[in-house]
């Protein structure tokens, strides 16, 4: 028999005759029998205590009455019965503490974007597939961050190699469209981090939403994902890249180098603006010399400065946009107004390519280093690589903290609803 727990997902289906019931620690099972009314009869089991479940037939909900001590109370779609009792796929449950508690994971196993998908192959519950809540997290997060990197990395390696695209605004949309499809692909998986600097930010001023035990799976992920996601480009290109380098007199691991090793990393100033920076220079000049090196141009401290301003504003409006007290927006807009922000600073920040992402950043540099670009991938021409995973954690750090300190809209919700109840008080005394 399947055991359900509390934040996970179930997807499958029932015959008639079929029947599902668990019991163990802090879980949830409920069974489906075939009576002469062709109802559903449900029961949640917590520990060793089985209590009855509250289900209305025409919308399907259902509802368990927990015999511990209520902790938060959310209502989060996990399972929902049609009426023809057939498929489930959701549910929705009001979250409470189990006697054991969760120790260090606050909420986090209520959350629904911490959930996690079962599927019961054979349609009666005979066979039944699970994996833990982590497993699918590193999954989502795997294949949201290779996505959003492979689309990132391979516009600019087809800007560069092509010239398929005609300005810094147009490799921008690209990028924003990736993050998108990325969120919209995982976020009810995962919560779409996609991320590091995103995830140990959260982790730290969403503690109640993300379980911090779930940060080294999460990291790991996204850096493995954006690894691989520099291979996937560079089985893209190489061809093309191995012209242009013959083409260009561009020996791989050299300084100028850094022209097609932008295709997995990025470098300050931006070599695609290396025209702008020295005139009628060369590239060699760019980036060969101490004029670079020195950083007369852009230093590694002022590349820093950027890479955190530019992560703060992107963290913020992740902040305000998933927020669910702001009114104002759409949950279902929030991947795209996150896309489009990534596009608006990388048009507006593009002097130093910009990363806002310390695994879309260094994974595909370091698949870069493996692939022959050596020392001009890590550390690079400045010893800068750092720059660009240390400015998006301050950024995100810093775009958290102003968003919590100057937008607290949980708090003015509640005092707007102290003050309602208030009012209402007011209102009965004077009927009294």
């Known amino acids: 028999s399947p055991v359900f727990r509390q934040g996970e997902v179930y997807i499958y289906s029932l015959t008639p005759e079929g029947s599902l019931s668990g019991r163990a620690g802090d879980v949830v099972s409920f069974s489906v029998k075939d009576g002469a009314d062709d109802g559903i009869s449900h029961s949640c089991v917590f520990g060793d205590e089985q209590v009855a479940c509250e289900a209305d037939r025409e919308s399907g909900a259902i509802r368990c009455r927990v015999p511990h001590k209520k902790k938060k109370a959310q209502k989060t779609p996990i399972l929902v019965s049609p009426a023809n009792g057939n498929f489930i796929d959701e549910f929705e449950f009001e979250y409470f503490e189990d006697e054991k508690g969760h120790e260090g994971c606050c909420d986090s196993c209520a959350v629904s974007f911490l959930r996690t998908r079962n599927r019961v192959e054979n349609y009666v519950g005979e066979k039944v597939e699970k994996m833990p809540v982590w497993f699918w997290a590193f999954i989502a997060e795997l294949i949201g961050s290779l996505l959003l990197v492979y689309f990132g990395t391979g516009v600019v390696a087809s800007a560069v190699l092509t010239g398929s695209q005609a300005g810094i605004w147009q490799v921008a949309v690209v990028w924003g469209i990736g993050v998108s499809i990325a969120i919209y692909g995982t976020a009810d998986v995962s919560g779409a981090h996609l991320n590091p600097a995103v995830s140990i930010a959260m982790s730290v001023f969403r503690s109640r939403g993300f379980c911090y035990r779930l940060l080294p799976i999460y990291l790991t992920a996204q850096f493995l994902g954006s690894f691989l996601a520099g291979f996937l480009v560079y089985a893209t290109f190489y061809p093309i890249i191995d012209h242009y380098e013959t083409l260009n007199d561009i020996t791989r691991g050299s300084c100028e180098s850094v022209q097609t090793a932008q295709f997995f990393g990025e470098y300050f100033p931006n070599p695609g603006g290396a025209g702008s920076w020295y005139g009628t220079q060369t590239l060699e000049y760019a980036f060969c010399t101490e004029e670079v090196t020195d950083g007369s141009i852009i230093s590694p401290g002022h590349c820093l400065w950027l890479e955190t301003l530019s992560t703060a504003i992107l963290m913020f409006v992740i902040l305000t946009v ?99 109840a208030q009012t209402r008080e007011v209102e009965l005394d004077s009927l009294a």
């Open 322 to 420: 998933t927020d669910p007290y702001n009114t104002a927006i759409d949950a279902k807009m929030a991947p795209f107004l996150i896309g489009f922000t990534v596009a608006a600073n990388i048009s507006i920040f593009s002097c130093i390519q910009l990363g806002m992402n310390p695994a879309r950043d260094f994974g595909p540099r370091l698949a870069a280093l493996c692939l022959g670009w050596g020392s001009i991938a890590i550390p690079g021409p400045q010893n800068g690589f750092w720059v660009y995973i240390l400015g998006p954690i301050f950024g995100a750090f810093l775009g958290a903290l102003v968003h919590d300190m100057l937008l607290p809209r949980a708090v003015v919700e509640k005092a707007k609803e102290r003050c309602q």
